[in-house]
């Protein structure tokens, strides 16, 4: 923008010291071998013409004729052409002042006593130029050339082709040639210089237009790239892509399906550039959904001090890497007071998660708090039971307690000193970051399953324990601070021939779902 | 995949200037290196470039066509880039190719512009990623006619139409192709869509430029408006359950921008100068007619597109030495805010408030030219960013923070 306003100071805003000069008057003189037909090929904006003897200027219109004496305005902005029948044409550039002199076989001759103007003569002619000035005397032999006449009188001629002699009033001659320009004051011939580049030869302002067209594309293509760059954020700002603890892109979409009535099923997708993989979990309540469907499954991980008016009754969840699976079905829900039930404290839930808050709060010993016990479950990895639990009204879970189901366990946590990494369970929060192994198997070891687990941020960083260091590890405040995070968690198995399922899943999917007590 | 660029590549060497006709050429070009620091954290040096090459080719003196080709490598983030995952990694290229025909219309001083253009931005964001296979890679269509009216050099009133296309080509919602699970349930929710981010777009704009005074100009006044509307034609909206209908996503709009420029002569180190002071203010309002539906709290979020955004800040230019090839500094300051309508606030652990999302972003940029040779510029830029918001759960996205990079580089312009 600075640099058009600087491009836009009038001529106006030179020194009136100069207009005391006499105005220069440029008459070129064209000879010709053939008959001359003048005409205005183009007239751009406010282009007056005033005929020879007449004294009522008028706008005039492309394919007027020119004849000896007729002169020509062109207002600011206005430009205009004039064209030979040879097709030698002058092109008058805004705020100029133009006199055709002569229009006759042997020469043509005109005169500019302001603005500016640019010719191109007809090669084939080889003809000869000549300007006028009240100082000086130029003969031209070439094609091209600009001619530029300020307030005071001053000119400036530039040729862009051929050669020019110029003289001054006293006799003074210079010839100047091709990237050659002069300036001629009333005090004679200034010094010729290289104009060197095509910019500086004087088609300054066509670049400058150019210029401008650029800038004004570059504009228009940055706000449409706002448009698309707005999409882009939107998927962003709704988690819908991270990166997980190798530096690969993740993306993921969670949404909510309703199969039926009593039915919700929170589905959870993850794809990277090699792999899809998903977990969902599809829950059955006590009675058909609310149309707020936050008031159900608000309940689902349990009720402080009265029970639960939605539950489930039965559910399936599960992880796959779409040839893979995990699943988990459970059946024969029912609401326990588990804080006051026959077993005692041991099982007691000391920390309730309140998803209105997304906070956990304390429970104190013997307050009602009721969650659902399912009688009957079972863990499959691609179809192979791996744990399983069958039971009646059961009332909590601990094996081997009165009303707690009979457990099936074909796999159970291996620890150390029993066993050591990589297939033990271990973790490395000594070596101050969260990573986390399960690893339960059968007695020979021929039917395993691995869960390798890291808390991770959204840029792929594993979270350090000094990123807990005020929550402490354990408890409300370390769980709390936990939702800040993302699990990652890979899961193998006996079954999977090598393979594995890999999904990064917020926490909050798993505490609501139950998953994570 | 480049297959449309080399087309449209083709079709520009085509549009070169015959013999005879005029063409003026136009080249930029500018290459740096620099860093970006978020929140303490440092970025790797990063190197930028681009380069912009159109020539004004004038057939006549009604007709003219400016045939562009504008490409960018960027691997210093801007502080104005969103923050997410990924922040200190990216690698952005683009390459835009466009032609302009410029007509000017007989006895006045009004010209017609119809223009096409084709752009294609590539992302780097991952490990995983590579060019062209990026997963926000995206290309745009566009077409357009803008009447101009050069009402007294270089001061201009513009009005233009818009059409374009914007697609990402790998970006497919995951929903449209889930499948079923290990039971043979569906996964996705009936009628989920495909190419959730292509839009179509429409946009209708004014916009000019004026002196002031009139005669004897000492201040530029600038004034716009334009009008959006975005179609995503495949981009249902979310019901209240959470399940969608079978409406498209549609967004509308506004855009009221306004400045007032004073270019101020002065003196600089004895010599003459100039100081450019200027002053920008501007007010969109985005009207959508999408909600969201946040799976992990099974909460509805209706409205959650529509915002409006006020942004103001002056700016400052000196330059001094040789006119054609000065030595400048300048500095600037913008301060943003977007307010959401239907947007809720989320604490740090994502509980809802009842306040709707509000961003504030303070701008400050400060920077150094100085003429190395003609039309070359070794340039210094540097930017400090202050984002501030209402909304504090920052897991998926920043919204409070503070970001700063700088650039060190030369430009060349011809």
Redesign the interface.
Known sequence: MSAEFQSAEPRNSRTRIRAAVAALILAVSFHALLAQAVSITSADGKVLFLKSGSYTWAQVSTGHALAAGDQLKTATGARATVTFDDGSRVDLNPGSSFTLKEASPQASGMELKLGSLKAWISKSLNRRFQVRTPTAVCSVRGTEFGVDVDQGGDTRVQMFGGLLAVADKAGNEVLIKDRESLSVTSEGLGRVTDAGTREERGDSDARQVAKREVDLRMSKEEVQAAAAEESKLSEFQEGKAIIDVNGNRVRIEEYIVRPAADQFKLVVLNERADRFDYFFYHGTFNQALPSDMSVALRQISGCLDVACSYFMTSYRTGRSNTQDSMLETASGGHLVDINNNAYGTPDDVTAAYDPATASFIPVATGRPFFTTLYDNYNLAFNGVSHQSWAGVNIQNMKNGQALAPVFTNVTTVQTQPGCAPPNCTYNEISEGVFHDVVYAANGDGSVWEKYDSYVISDAGKIAKTSDFSATGFGGTSFKQTLLGWNFQTIVTASEFNGRKIDLVVEPKIFIQSGLIP | MLKPLFLSAVVLAAALPASAV?W???L?GSVSGGQYFFQGQRGSLGGNAAL?A???V?F???WSM?P?Y?GSYRGTKGVDD?V?????FQQQMDH?V?V?G?R??????WRVKP?A?Y?R?FLK?????SWG?G??D?E?I?A?LEFEN??????SL?A?L?V?R?R?PSYE???SR??V???G?????ELASKHV?D?Y?W?ASVSG?R?WPFED?KY?L?GSY?F?Y?DFLDQRLVQ????FQDTARKDFMQSLGGSI?R?VPVRVFGGDG?L?L?MGLSFSYNRSNQN??D??????LGDS?SYWTLGAGPAA?LSWGDKKAPAWTSASFRWTRQSYLGRLVQ?????YGSAKQKHDRYTFSIGYGYPLAPKLTMTFRTNILWAASNHKYQ???AYAYRAMNYLIGVAYEY
């Open positions: 005029e003026t050429p136009v930029n912009t159109a020539g004004m004038k006549s003196e009604r400016l562009m504008n969103g997410a995952a990924g922040t200190l835009t466009s302009t410029i000017k219309l007989e006895d006045s001083t223009s253009g752009k931005e964001e991952t490990r995983n990623e296979h997963l926000f995206y745009k566009s357009g050069i009402y007294k050099e270089p001061f513009r233009g818009d374009f914007v990402f919602s995951l929903e889930s499948g699970d290990p039971f349930n569906p996964l996705g929710r981010l839009t777009n946009q430029t002196p100009p530029v600038s334009a959006l975005k209240t359950n959470g399940q420029m270019p100039r450019d200027s969201t539906f799976a992990t709290f099974a909460r509805f597109y230019t604490d740090e652990v994502g509980a897991k998926n996205y």
